[in-house]
Every structure is written in C-alpha cells, then in structure tokens.
C-alpha cells in the first residue's frame, strides 16, 4: 500500500521536472550588446554615409529600429547603471562617473540589476566587457548578479595591452570573475568574442543572459589594420579615418559573434539588442571627434540630442517583425521590463522607471510610454545641467556645449524637437507659460527620484 501510495507522488513530481525543463528551454536567450562612445548617426542604417557596418545593418533589417532612443545619461557610468537597474541614474545611486581605480565603490551593491533578474529566474548569467559601475568586490560584476565576469572594472583600456593609461600610475585592469589575468598582446575585441562564444556553447542547452559591453568606438582608437586601410583609401580623415575604422571593427567582432550564436543553433531563440551608452566623444583622446550625431547638436557629455540620443536595434527571429521601424521616445531604462515581458520573469519590488515597449515594438501606432523624461548630469551646484522633455518640448538648464549668448538669463534653452531636432532656436522667451510647467516638473521629480 505504501509503495501504491508513492509511485503516484513520483509521477507528480516527475511531471512537474518535466513541465518546468520544456518552460526553461523555451525561454529565449539575451544578448544585450551595449557599445561605448558612439554617435547616433554612426551606422549605415542610421544614416552615415561613410560607415561599413553590414552587420548591425543587418541585424536593425531583422527587427526594430528606434529612430528617437535615449540614454539616461549622456556619460558612461550612470547610463551603464540605468541600463543595468531599469532606473534613473539618480534613483540606481550613481548618478555620475564612477571611479577607475580599484577599492572605489560604484553604484551601490543593494541596486538590483537586470543580471540578478535573470539569474534570479534560472539563467546563466555573463558580463563581459567593460564594467564601469563599480570596483569593489561588493559592486563589481560577479556580486551584482553575473554568474561569470571578464573584462576590466575601469573606464577604458588599450586593447592590447590592457593597461589604464589614463592618468598615472598606469594600472593593468583585467579580470576573469574577481581575479586578475593577464592576456599580453592579445586584442581585447577578440577576447570579448572568445569568452562570450564559450559561455554559450557551455550552457546553450540552458536560457542565458550576456551583457556584452564592448569598449568601442571609445578611445583609444584602435582599428584593426585591415579598416584603416580601407579608410584611408576612401579618403576620409582624421579623425574620423580612426573613428570609423574602429566602428567597423566593432561592426565585425558583433557578427564573430551572432556567427557563433548561429553555429549552436541558436539564432531564432535569441533576442539581441544594440545601443551604444551615449553619444560621441570629442575629448582630446579621440583626437578631438570623429563621430556624428547627423543634423543633431551636442556630443557626450552634453544634454542636447547628440548627447542622450543613440540608434538602438531589437530583434528576436520570428518573435519580432522584421524590417520595422519606431518613431516613438523610449530609453536604455526600459530595456529591463522589456525584457521580464519577453521572458516570463518576476520584476523586482522596488520603484522602476522604465517601461516595457513589448506593445510599441509589436504595434507602431502605440504611443510613447513616457509622457515625460528627465536627465540630470554635470554642472555646478549652483547651475546644474538637467533636462525635462514632454512630448516635443524640451526644457534644457545650463545644457554642456551652449553657447552663454543663446541661453536666457536664467540658463534655460526650449526646443521643439520635432519641429527643430537639431535644437537650433531658443523659444523659452517666446514660450514662458512652457517652460514654467517643464520646470515645476523638473522640481517636482528631483525631489523625488532620490527615494529608493
């Protein structure tokens, strides 16, 4: 009787093995690809010219195209961190540059990110790139939710040497989960293709999550030789010869890797995303520019369009029509909860500024999830730099990269954005009723975005 009683209970068990394996297998993979530096305009998709990118081309040509997509921030670490949390940079505790030296924390380790998220539902989980968001053992990648970590903790590297050149002393930064390694000489693209190939091949019989954070087009600018030369026999200068060598390389190492992703068998049940962190750089160590923004204003750094505004592609075969394009704002914030509807999975409890765009990708008639945005970055206690957006007003105070005579005498620039996306006139004397009402809820969030 006892042994009647019990086979009953092991075919229940056995059952509900057998239900959550065929659940486990058909949630898809995600590889999100996040580049580093990169102007809006800098794909061939996105309106470049002078770019040979086939394969993120290609990969917008099998899914959606945002033509109005945001970083939250226009610098690296706190996008890095809104991206990873699905918050403002504010509310996820980094709300500006994290440190490039080890023993300096980051963004904080009670943040919940997006690698926790799938771990946390069964899936394996890897970081591999730059991180930027932290450099503690508390706030580096392997405490914030990523079962395997290799790349380096800092803002940049040479990708040769893998060196921190930055400023003095020189500091070799690279890691393989908390522990320091040393690949001399080898080109650190390769090794980013190389790693991220064999974590899928290790787990491709389970669902896995890859934030592929790939230092490129961030300086140093170093093309391959093969794109330099094809550069410099079409003409282009400096910087941009550099720049746009280096983007083509990035443009090979991604399709190494989708290559590979194909190769297990894994291709249609695998959503990919790509967003560059923010826009480009014009620091001295980019020699200046050589990125585009197109007919926008403003570069990294700067809460003009150029700055936050980035091309950002999602695709999932046959999950995902292909071939589309949206017009509707949405940001790096909202890729979490994009995510968690694709993939079946619980979001946190705790307060999330993000929205998911399951809805606007399946539907181009879906309005936009955000009635309003806010950006706050730089500047000075007295004059911070910060942006609020509404529709297609954008109220902008102290905004990097303005000019002193075109801003009124309380530091703002208004902009239609669709009537001027290049945010070429000042309409804030004009329009005063507009700006107060984007001020009051600049105000009024500020305020707010600091509660957890």
């Not at 699905?86 to 919940?112: C, D, F, H, I, T």
């Not at 290790?202 to 330099?228: C, M, S, T």
């Not at 509404?390 to 075109?406: I, M, T």
């Given at each position: 009787?006892?042994?009647?009683?019990?086979?009953?209970?092991?075919?229940?068990?056995?059952?509900?093995?057998?239900?959550?394996?065929?659940?486990?297998?058909?949630?898809?993979?995600?590889?999100?690809?996040?580049?580093?530096?990169?102007?809006?305009?800098?794909?061939?998709?996105?309106?470049?010219?002078?770019?040979?990118?086939?394969?993120?081309?290609?990969?917008?040509?099998?899914?959606?195209?945002?033509?109005?997509?945001?970083?939250?921030?226009?610098?690296?670490?706190?996008?890095?961190?809104?991206?990873?949390?699905?918050?403002?940079?504010?509310?996820?505790?980094?709300?500006?540059?994290?440190?490039?030296?080890?023993?300096?924390?980051?963004?904080?380790?009670?943040?919940?990110?997006?690698?926790?998220?799938?771990?946390?539902?069964?899936?394996?989980?890897?970081?591999?790139?730059?991180?930027?968001?932290?450099?503690?053992?508390?706030?580096?990648?392997?405490?914030?939710?990523?079962?395997?970590?290799?790349?380096?903790?800092?803002?940049?590297?040479?990708?040769?040497?893998?060196?921190?050149?930055?400023?003095?002393?020189?500091?070799?930064?690279?890691?393989?989960?908390?522990?320091?390694?040393?690949?001399?000489?080898?080109?650190?693209?390769?090794?980013?293709?190389?790693?991220?190939?064999?974590?899928?091949?290790?787990?491709?019989?389970?669902?896995?999550?890859?934030?592929?954070?790939?230092?490129?087009?961030?300086?140093?600018?170093?093309?391959?030789?093969?794109?330099?030369?094809?550069?410099?026999?079409?003409?282009?200068?400096?910087?941009?010869?550099?720049?746009?060598?280096?983007?083509?390389?990035?443009?090979?190492?991604?399709?190494?890797?989708?290559?590979?992703?194909?190769?297990?068998?894994?291709?249609?049940?695998?959503?990919?995303?790509?967003?560059?962190?923010?826009?480009?750089?014009?620091?001295?160590?980019?020699?200046?520019?050589?990125?585009?923004?197109?007919?926008?204003?403003?570069?990294?750094?700067?809460?003009?369009?150029?700055?936050?505004?980035?091309?950002?592609?999602?695709?999932?075969?046959?999950?995902?029509?292909?071939n589309q394009v949206r017009d509707q704002f949405a940001a790096n914030i909202d890729w979490l909860p994009t995510l968690a509807a694709y993939c079946n999975l619980s979001l946190p409890g705790r307060?999330?500024?993000?929205?998911?765009?399951?809805?606007?990708?399946?539907?181009?008639?879906?309005?936009?999830?955000?009635?309003?945005?806010?950006?706050?970055?730089?500047?000075?206690?007295?004059?911070?730099?910060?942006?609020?957006?509404?529709?297609?007003?954008?109220?902008?105070?102290?905004?990097?990269?303005?000019?002193?005579?075109?801003?009124?005498?309380?530091?703002?620039?208004?902009?239609?954005?669709?009537?001027?996306?290049?945010?070429?006139?000042?309409?804030?004397?004009?329009?005063?009723?507009?700006?107060?009402?984007?001020?009051?809820?600049?105000?009024?969030?500020?305020?707010?975005?600091?509660?957890?």
């Amino acid at each position: 009787m006892k042994l009647k009683r019990f086979w009953p209970f092991v075919g229940c068990v056995l059952l509900t093995i057998r239900v959550w394996a065929q659940s486990t297998e058909q949630r898809p993979n995600v590889i999100l690809i996040y580049s580093d530096d990169q102007g809006w305009a800098d794909l061939h998709s996105f309106g470049s010219n002078d770019l040979y990118t086939p394969v993120l081309d290609s990969l917008g040509a099998s899914g959606v195209r945002f033509t109005q997509f945001y970083a939250a921030s226009p610098i690296c670490s706190p996008s890095r961190a809104s991206l990873l949390t699905g918050r403002y940079p504010q509310r996820a505790g980094l709300p500006e540059m994290a440190s490039s030296l080890k023993g300096v924390e980051g963004m904080p380790g009670n943040q919940y990110t997006m690698g926790e998220l799938f771990r946390d539902a069964g899936y394996k989980t890897a970081h591999i790139g730059k991180w930027h968001v932290g450099y503690t053992p508390e706030t580096m990648p392997n405490a914030q939710g990523f079962d395997y970590s290799f790349g380096f903790m800092g803002g940049c590297i040479d990708n040769y040497s893998h060196f921190f050149y930055w400023n003095g002393p020189n500091r070799h930064d690279l890691w393989r989960n908390g522990t320091e390694i040393h690949e001399d000489g080898a080109y650190f693209p390769d090794l980013m293709v190389r790693e991220a190939g064999a974590f899928m091949e290790k787990n491709r019989n389970d669902p896995f999550f890859i934030y592929f954070a790939i230092n490129v087009p961030h300086y140093p600018l170093q093309g391959e030789k093969k794109w330099l030369d094809y550069y410099r026999e079409k003409g282009l200068a400096s910087p941009r010869a550099q720049y746009a060598a280096f983007v083509s390389t990035m443009d090979e190492k991604i399709g190494m890797l989708l290559n590979r992703l194909k190769a297990l068998g894994l291709t249609d049940n695998t959503i990919v995303i790509f967003q560059p962190d923010q826009g480009f750089s014009e620091e001295e160590r980019t020699f200046g520019g050589g990125g585009s923004a197109g007919i926008l204003r403003g570069s990294k750094f700067s809460l003009f369009e150029g700055g936050t505004r980035v091309p950002a592609i999602i695709s999932w075969s046959k999950h995902i029509a292909s071939n589309q394009v949206r017009d509707q704002f949405a940001a790096n914030i909202d890729w979490l909860p994009t995510l968690a509807a694709y993939c079946n999975l619980s979001l946190p409890g705790r307060k999330l500024d993000g929205k998911s765009l399951v809805h606007i990708i399946r539907d181009d008639r879906t309005p936009t999830r955000h009635k309003t945005f806010f950006w706050k970055q730089g500047g000075t206690k007295e004059k911070p730099q910060w942006a609020v957006r509404r529709g297609d007003w954008k109220l902008l105070h102290n905004p990097v990269q303005a000019r002193k005579e075109e801003l009124d005498q309380d530091g703002f620039f208004l902009a239609n954005i669709k009537a001027d996306p290049a945010e070429k006139s000042n309409l804030s004397k004009q329009q005063p009723g507009i700006v107060n009402e984007l001020k009051a809820l600049y105000d009024q969030w500020v305020v707010e975005v600091d509660q957890q």
